[in-house]
């Protein structure tokens, strides 16, 4: 577990926001941590970025009636 892993799990980041993140902090990232990492950056059943914005949202907004 990295910031980035951390950040996601609370949703304090979008996937847009940790995928920058990631692009900025991946020298200081474990090399074995990366590939963990980009496979939640990118998952492979989601490819559409505004899809996946939406899809945070909706995981939001849904849960508390
Ligand atoms: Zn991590």
Do not use: Q
Request: hydrophobic content about 30%.
């Amino acid at each position: 577990m990295c910031i980035i892993c951390v950040e996601l799990e609370k949703n304090r980041l979008t996937l847009l926001e940790a995928r920058r993140n990631y692009g900025e902090m991946v020298d200081s990232i474990d090399e074995s941590h990366r590939e963990e990492l980009e496979k939640k950056l990118y998952p492979d059943t989601i490819y559409d970025e505004e899809y996946y914005e939406y899809f945070n949202f909706i995981k939001g907004t849904s849960g508390s009636d």
